[in-house]
């Protein structure tokens, strides 16, 4: 399931799961559990750097504020035998927060965090690792919608971007592992981040281009992809919009969160694949993943 693609900097990427078929949200369950929590690392100066890189970011942005977020663990896919059966992708998620993620992979060292392993998992256990989504947003013109990030976000200012963020350990009332030990609460818990999963990427879509929920068709997931740089994971998910793409961009100019980006673009495939190459890596591996989906229709 794991592909490695490269080009330069920060556009290297790994695809850590990919499924061109697409998987529905009944398709698609959570398991968190803090097993998938960051392990502290030995070396307590590197340690300690977490806290002096926080320090200095915080003096330079007052703005800055310790959000908790979901912690990618790893997954289990299970493909059935039985024709009838519908593969399952089971997802493990940790919690950790915006503080650890800036002392780890983005820190200056975030390279010395990592353990020499061909496992994900292993070789990423000291690091924050939240992980993101991103949406391949297809028009009923059939454009693919990409933002040009703003030239004062803190990340890859500039560079095309698909719709995405985060999904949201508060939205579901998680704000640490306490209180979902028993196996009923357990049960319950997960079946909420689940769902989270997929109503935080609409959520996205919504703030990030403008278009109403209604007109969202509900989202598939396509695979996970893991820039290089600094091993920053995204989901990434398949979702169709009854407009047509000269409506969408009407909407674009009232979005919520449109100050993230500064334009909005819906264009061709093979305009996308031009694009590709001025995205993070993580997105590039959404297009990768995109790609193998649309290859996986046609030969279908």
Request: glycine fraction near 8%; hydrophobic fraction near 30%; proline fraction near 6%.
């Amino acid at each position: 399931m794991e592909e490695k693609l490269s080009c330069d900097g920060g556009h290297e990427f790994k695809l850590l799961f990919s499924c061109p078929s697409g998987l529905s949200p009944s398709q698609v369950s959570v398991v968190f559990d803090e097993a998938y929590d960051r392990n502290p690392h030995p070396d307590h100066t590197l340690e300690k750097s977490m806290s002096e890189i926080w320090d200095a970011r915080v003096q330079q942005s007052s703005s800055l504020y310790n959000g908790t977020k979901f912690r990618y663990g790893g997954y289990n896919f299970n493909v059935e035998n039985d024709p009838k059966q519908q593969p399952h992708f089971s997802l493990h998620l940790g919690l950790t927060d915006y503080r650890t993620f800036v002392g780890t992979n983005l820190s200056p060292m975030w390279e010395r965090f990592l353990v020499p392993s061909e496992d994900d998992c292993i070789q990423c256990q000291h690091t924050s690792s939240p992980l993101g989504n991103g949406a391949v947003v297809e028009t009923s013109d059939r454009r693919i919608l990409v933002l040009q990030r703003s030239n004062k976000v803190g990340e890859f200012p500039g560079y095309f971007v698909f719709p995405g963020g985060h999904p949201e350990p508060q939205e579901v009332g998680i704000i640490s592992h306490e209180g979902f030990q028993e196996l009923n609460q357990c049960h319950i818990i997960n079946s909420k981040v689940s769902q989270e999963m997929f109503d935080s990427i609409v959520r996205e879509v919504v703030e990030e281009i403008g278009a109403p929920a209604d007109s969202l068709s509900c989202p598939i997931f396509i695979g996970i992809s893991r820039r290089v740089l600094n091993v920053r994971p995204t989901a990434f998910f398949f979702i169709k919009c009854n407009l047509r793409s000269e409506e969408i961009q009407q909407l674009y100019s009232s979005a919520q969160d449109s100050f993230e980006s500064t334009q909005l673009y819906a264009v061709s495939m093979s305009d996308l694949e031009n694009m590709a190459s001025k995205m993070p890596g993580c997105h590039r591996g959404g297009y990768a993943l995109y790609k193998l989906m649309v290859q996986d229709t046609s030969d279908n």
